[in-house]
Every structure is written in structure tokens, then in C-alpha cells.
């Protein structure tokens, strides 16, 4: 019997729940998802047909995901470079790709690395970590380059394209580092990004992130301080003592707004000593202030993260 298009809808929870649980029998299944016993026997054998699952169907048995059977694709821009990363279907790596850029005609140099690297029949999602603003059209730069992004993406392999800035991948990133450490942690925190022109935040609440409409990150850099912008106030900063104290009442106004219990800081324009100068000197803080050297890991974590989401949610 056909699966109806009402009925298509419960195949996303199915994956889900074996993503959750590794395996599951059919009871375990229905139940879950709260369908009855003989529409999830006709959606399993839909999926073991499409060789999604593989798994028993006798009564007791137990199915599990086909962890090779799709592939997602991440990818990474990272100023004139991009690294392309195929995912299966529990986000485990199968290949790393990276091939150099420009926010000049940026789409179809992706359409080509995938072409050249991904299995187009299998693909169930492609995914963009951005360094800069979503706007309707692709991103915006951080220095004010339009790239355009997403349609031709969408068109050509017929699937959605999720982009999402690199500070809030971050974030989501560091909050996964704390939950596989605590599943029952659910962090607050705040990842504040330093660059010569620029100063943003990616922020979580409740292990979730706090977006606008437009997935924008926290722009910090431009607010004003006494008739200049914070980022002015920073470089103009005497030494690394001033300049401490200036980084305090940033971390002040983030820790007013919204009360993360973790704050990490980097980027290539932070003073990385001030973060020592400032724990010294601020006590017993509510919250954990940590500098990150490198936070490339966490952003692509972040990008694993949303890339197998979309897969899963794929119908």
C-alpha cells in the first residue's frame, strides 16, 4: 500500500528515535511516535526498501539506521578558502575537501566541489557556515561584500540549502562540548569573536540559540562608548592593563543582558593576556570566562550539527 503523504510525516520521528536509541523495535517505534502498530510495520518496510534501515521484521526484531546510505554536505567558507566535508548520516566523517574561494561568483564554485565530490543521488542536505550576516539572498561579509548563495545550490541538486553564520556555529559547538561532558546540561553561554574590523557574538539559552529574523549574530563592535564605537575604545587602548578593564565592561554588559554561566573569547584581535588579568582580578564570578585559541573545531561541530539535522528532517 502507498505511504500517503499524511503518513510520510512520521519517518522523520522514526529517525530520530533510532538516531537516539541506536536500535528499536517496532513497538518501541509506534509508540514513539504514537502511530499504531500496522503503520509502522508499512513505513519500516518503506524504509528498509529504500535501504534507509536495516533491521528485522519479525516480531521482536530490532531496526537501526543505514548510516551510509545518505550523505550530507558541510561546508565551511573561511575567507578565500572553503572545506567541504561529507557527513553520514550520524554525522560520521567520509571525506574532507578543501578548494580556495571567492565571494565572487561563490555558488558555483561549491555547485563544481560537489559535482567533482559528492554522490549527487544520495545528498539529502547541504549546509554553509558563513563568515558574516544572512540576508535574503545568500550573506553578508564582514566587510560589507554581498555574496550570494542558496538558490542555484537549491536548484541544481533539488534540496534546501541551510547557511548559518560562523559565530552562531560556534556557539552551538561549544554547547555540544559541554553536553557530551553533562547530557543534563543545557548551557547559557556566549562566544565573542575579536577581528580587526569586527566584534560579534554567537549566544545560547538553554542549550539554544538566540537568533534574529535574519540569523544574525550579536554585532557588538559598533556600540557606542562615550562618542566612539567599543571597537574604537579597544584599539585605542594604552596597554594590555587598560585594556583589561575595557574588555571587564564588555563582559559586564553580555553578563547583564543575559546572564550566560560561560563566556569565551578569540579571535586574531584579542588581547589573549587580558582574559588571565581579568579572572585574577574578578573573584567568585557567576560565570566561567575561558579564552579559545582556535575555535575552528567547534564551529564545524556546530556545522555537523545542522547538517545532520537537515538530513533527518528531510522527507
Known amino acids: 500500500m502507498t505511504i500517503t503523504p499524511k503518513e510520510q510525516v512520521y519517518i522523520p520521528k522514526i529517525r530520530e528515535k533510532l ?16 502511530i499504531s502498530m500496522g503503520l509502522a510495520q508499512r513505513l519500516l518496510d518503506e524504509m528498509l526498501l529504500n535501504n534507509e534501515i536495516t533491521g ?19 561546508l565551511l567558507i573561511e ?17 574532507d575537501y578543501e578548494f580556495p574561494c571567492s565571494h565572487i561568483n561563490l555558488e558555483s564554485q561549491i555547485i563544481d566541489a560537489l559535482e567533482e565530490h559528492a554522490p549527487a543521488d544520495d545528498l539529502r542536505a547541504i549546509c ?36 548559518e553564520t560562523d559565530l552562531n556555529l560556534t556557539a552551538t559547538g561549544l554547547g555540544l562540548r559541554h553536553t557530551r561532558k553533562n547530557p543534563q546540561d543545557a548551557p547559557d553561554l556566549a562566544y565573542i569573536l575579536f577581528e580587526d ?46 585594556y583589561s578593564r575595557l574588555l571587564a565592561v564588555l563582559i559586564k554588559w553580555v553578563t547583564l543582558t543575559l546572564n550566560p554561566r560561560y563566556i569565551y573569547l578569540g579571535g586574531p584581535a584579542l588581547r589573549a593576556e587580558a582574559v588571565a588579568i581579568i579572572n585574577e582580578t574578578q573573584g567568585d564570578a557567576a560565570f566561567k ?3 579559545i585559541k582556535d575555535a575552528r573545531a567547534d564551529c564545524m561541530d556546530g556545522l555537523t550539527e545542522l547538517c545532520v539535522n537537515q538530513m533527518f528532517a528531510c522527507e
Open 289 to 291: 570566562l575561558s579564552y
Open 128 to 163: 554553509l557556515g558563513v563568515p558574516g550576516n544572512i540576508c535574503e539572498d545568500g550573506y553578508i561579509t564582514r566587510d560589507g561584500k554581498r555574496c550570494a548563495v542558496g538558490n542555484k545550490l537549491q536548484a541544481r541538486f533539488n534540496l534546501p540549502v541551510a547557511v
Open 19 to 34: 538516531r537516539a536509541s541506536g536500535a528499536a523495535t517496532r513497538a518501541e517505534l509506534a509508540r514513539h511516535t504514537g
Open 197 to 242: 574590523n569586527y566584534i560579534g557574538a554567537g549566544f545560547l539559552s538553554g542549550g539554544k540559540l538566540i537568533k534574529s529574523a535574519g540569523s544574525h549574530a550579536g554585532e557588538l563592535g559598533l556600540m557606542p562608548w562615550d562618542g566612539v564605537t567599543l571597537i574604537e575604545r579597544l584599539r585605542a587602548a594604552k596597554d594590555v592593563t587598560h
Open 79 to 95: 575567507g578565500k578558502s572553503a572545506r567541504l566535508t561529507l557527513l553520514d548520516l550520524l554525522g560520521g566523517f567520509i571525506m
Open 56 to 74: 528485522d521484521g519479525r516480531e521482536g526484531g530490532r531496526f537501526k539506521l543505514n548510516r551510509g546510505r545518505y550523505a550530507g554536505a558541510a
